[in-house]
């Protein structure tokens, strides 16, 4: 089976950094993805990880290491705009569908 | 930069009712994917789709639903007789052959 746990919710300050962690259990590997998803709209692509280590892209960056089953998204100087569902998603095999958890809802506070 | 887009943003239907949700993938893209999202619930696989054919399809996709790319732009969802539980956001995405699935806006599907 497929399963992808990430935390229901986090809340952080404006400014702060914050890290959000994904675990996952596939029966192959070709991909781990993070998206964005504000309220009511569509899912934006933030980050891709397919080898072990750091991807850096601006204020966000994501981290994977395969051996682990493990995956995290580090956001920095957080941005009240910045609120909103970070959905970790896995890919099994090349060219197959994305299998998404059910994503992390972040609050950014004053 | 390019966009996927798709129509109408909202559609109401009557249970029973069949509906046709409509894709522009990214043009030079050459897979196709429908998703949908239950309010407040995960992002969940439905079809993909690549060289004029369905190539991988979940649980969810049963007789009720259907997909066709009508032209060289196009690429729609029909469902069927659509069922109180089908109201959903139903997302459609594409990708160049391994690149990153991107995703439309969305239609927003409420079944009455």
């Known amino acids: 089976g497929q399963n992808i746990d990430q935390p229901t919710e986090m809340t952080a300050t404006e400014g702060a950094i914050v890290q959000i962690n994904c675990t996952y259990q596939t029966s192959g590997f070709n991909g781990l993805f993070w998206y964005q998803q504000h309220a009511g709209e569509a899912p934006t692509f933030l980050s891709y990880n397919v080898l072990d280590g750091l991807e850096e892209k601006g204020r966000f960056s994501s981290f994977l290491s395969r051996s682990k089953g493990y995956s995290y998204l580090l956001l920095k100087e957080l941005q009240m705009k910045d609120s909103a569902s970070y959905l970790c998603a896995v890919r099994d095999q090349r060219n197959t569908p994305l299998v998404f958890g059910k994503g992390t809802r972040l609050s950014v506070i004053a | 930069e390019p966009e996927v887009t798709q129509t109408p943003s909202h559609q109401v239907t009557q249970m029973g009712q069949e509906v046709i949700l409509r894709c522009v993938p990214i043009?030079?893209?050459?897979?196709f994917y429908w998703y949908r999202q239950i309010l407040g619930q995960k992002v969940e696989f439905l079809v993909s789709?690549?060289?004029?054919?369905?190539?991988?399809k979940s649980e969810i996709f049963d007789d009720q639903f259907s997909v066709e790319r009508p032209d060289g732009s196009n690429f729609t969802l029909k469902i069927r007789s659509t069922k109180l539980e089908d109201s959903a956001m139903y997302f459609c995405a594409s990708s160049e052959e391994l690149d990153t699935q991107y995703f439309g806006p969305g239609t927003r599907l409420t079944v009455l």
């Open positions: 043009s030079n893209h050459l897979y």
């Open positions: 789709f690549y060289n004029n054919e369905i190539s991988e």
